[in-house]
């Protein structure tokens, strides 16, 4: 096998010493040609497109469901269990896990990426048999295009389900969250919602929505200063009341009760029980205190309205309101009065969450992607944000946040980082060669590096991301070693041959095994990883097929362009190697003498 080997070998050899020799004798041909390979690789790079880091099928979703706002918890269980019944149909086998409302502590919420805002919403997080584990976006593709049709009045959206991506989005639900920054929240409002139709048109763009809701049913409570103010009675002392009765007096009016036993304080709750009411009648029974009883001397805030699920869940007693009243149609003043007696109610329709970035209010237009990469829809919604910038309202901007402006920001270091590594080398190499000229002829190898890095992504159809990049600054060091054992070699040569292509003939002829080893040892290396097997393989493979299609581009560049380019610029041997040549001679007469 050794001898077959060799003789196949030697086969090859002879082989690309012939190419070589063509290449050499039509030395401009070649160049014209590997330019225009370079440069119509160069025009395949907006085919090829832009990721942070590649999508992973995980074999789960997460699908957050939102049904129409004031929705209550109950209605919204029954629309999960719908909506539930509607994904099994698709996904049969498949384990299924509901999250839905607000936790009770807003503390839970705030480590997570969850973009649930209240008792109408939630999220469903699926994970898939195994026979179904590997086709995850078709199933999502699915699901986003049947289950709007079977529930109109539902709003669908998918979050990141696996820990890389929830990662990568910085706590966002989507990897592209446009804000509009401002104070006048009715005109910015109207520009978000032009902005998420324009974004919705996108090519690519999936689940577009904005995050925040303003159709919450919601009851305004409108104090009747005068009729208050007759009865010895503020709007801040309505205000107090209806917060201790509906939400406790722990951060208004806290009470302690001191335990004479152990001399241990405790902290004393008074709340309304919530499932004492249950109409309107019986939250305008509520009683409203005036300072002098010592109820109300600590309040926060002013009331501008409660909203409809606060009017159901909490209040106070019926028992508890005719304690309070002897007679509640006489009103005398500095007495404790009842609500329906001080308020005008009206309905109406409100804001469910209200969200600020660096104290300022914003309005966030998410944006998802699907069947296409994150840079090209970035770079579309990036020119919508240019458009929209001649006519914003007074006060307002528009700022792009979220993954793809990471990525952007990524993109740009490690750009700057290969110029900076490629620079670094040829500083070292020019110290080392005590030259300017060979290091610039062992770097003419690394367009060829990135014109197979360029093409091996094409093929794939692998975007750039941060892992090929680092694969492209993998592939640039061995590009630059496989030159260097060929310029090395042909310095030596030129110490007993003058004539540059004859010195490169040698150095091809001798130095094409190593090449070819560490090229091949490289490639083999990278093979499995390029295929992407195994759990989360899709994670690393970009890097290995950057890698490999580095090294293809860059061993022919090496074989074939840096001995032109040499023969054209290094006419003269390097000044070392006439010291050498004069010191061997010496030695030699020396030794004769």
Request: charge should be negative; aromatic fraction near 8%.
């Amino acid at each position: 096998m050794h001898a077959r080997f060799n003789r196949a070998f030697e086969h090859g050899r002879d082989a690309y010493v012939a190419a070589l020799t063509w290449a050499l004798g039509h030395r401009v041909l070649v160049l014209v040609a590997f330019a225009l390979f370079v440069v119509g690789s160069a025009a395949l790079l907006p085919l090829i497109g832009e990721d942070f880091f590649p999508r992973v099928d995980a074999g789960q979703f997460r699908l957050h469901v939102r049904a129409l706002p004031g929705t209550r918890i109950e209605e919204t269980e029954r629309i999960f269990e719908e909506v539930e019944q509607a994904i099994r149909q698709r996904t049969p086998g498949a384990s299924i896990i509901d999250n839905i409302g607000l936790p009770f502590i807003g503390f839970n919420l705030a480590y997570s990426d969850s973009a649930t805002i209240g008792s109408s919403d939630g999220e469903i997080l699926v994970s898939l048999s195994e026979e179904q584990k590997h086709r995850t976006w078709d199933v999502m593709r699915e699901l986003r295009r049947e289950l709007p049709k079977q529930f109109p009045d539902v709003m669908f959206f998918f979050q990141p389900s696996d820990i890389v991506n929830q990662i990568l989005n910085f706590g966002l639900p989507a990897p592209i969250d446009l804000q509009v920054v401002g104070t006048n929240a009715a005109a910015n409002f109207a520009l978000a919602q032009r902005l998420r139709d324009e974004v919705a048109r996108i090519p690519g763009a999936a689940d577009v929505h904005i995050h925040q809701v303003f159709q919450q049913p919601q009851l305004n409570l409108e104090v009747d200063r005068v009729k208050a103010s007759q009865l010895g009675l503020t709007q801040r002392d309505v205000t107090s009341s209806m917060l201790i009765s509906l939400s406790g007096n722990n951060q208004v009016a806290p009470s302690f009760w001191l335990n004479p036993a152990t001399g241990v304080s405790y902290n004393v709750g008074v709340q309304t029980s919530q499932y004492r009411i249950d109409s309107l009648d019986q939250l305008l029974r509520t009683p409203v205190t005036p300072p002098a009883t010592g109820v109300t001397e600590t309040t926060a805030g002013s009331l501008a309205g409660v909203s409809a699920a606060s009017a159901t869940f909490t209040g106070t007693s019926p028992s508890a309101t005719s304690a309070a009243y002897g007679n509640p149609g006489v009103m005398a003043s500095g007495d404790t009065q009842l609500l329906s007696n001080l308020v005008d109610v009206t309905r109406g329709y409100g804001p469910v969450i209200i969200n600020h970035y660096n104290v300022a209010p914003v309005f966030d237009v998410y944006a998802n992607v699907d069947r296409t990469d994150l840079g090209t829809v970035g770079a579309a919604v990036e020119g919508i944000v240019r458009r929209a910038q001649t006519a914003l309202p007074r006060g307002s901007s528009l700022t792009l946040r979220g993954e793809y402006a990471t990525m952007q920001s990524s993109f740009t270091r490690l750009g700057l980082g290969i110029v900076f590594a490629v620079l670094l080398v040829y500083l070292l190499m020019a110290v080392n060669f005590q030259s300017w000229l060979d290091p610039f002829i062992i770097l003419t190898a690394l367009p060829g590096a990135m014109a197979g890095i360029i093409w091996m992504l094409f093929v794939t159809r692998t975007t750039f991301s941060v892992p090929s990049l680092m694969g492209s600054i993998m592939s640039i060091g061995v590009a630059t070693a496989n030159s260097i054992l060929l310029v090395t070699f042909a310095n030596d040569e030129r110490a007993v041959v003058p004539d540059a292509r004859e010195a490169m003939f040698a150095a091809g002829h001798a130095r094409l095994r190593p090449v070819l080893m560490t090229a091949a040892a490289m490639v083999l290396g990278m093979l499995p990883m390029a295929l992407g097997f195994g759990e989360g393989g899709e994670q690393n493979a970009p890097l290995g097929r950057a890698v490999i299609g580095g090294l293809v581009g860059a061993t022919l560049t090496t074989l074939f362009l840096v001995p032109i380019i040499y023969s054209y610029l290094r006419t003269a041997p390097p000044a070392d190697h006439e010291r050498r040549l004069q010191d061997e001679e010496t030695r030699e007469a020396a030794i004769h003498g």
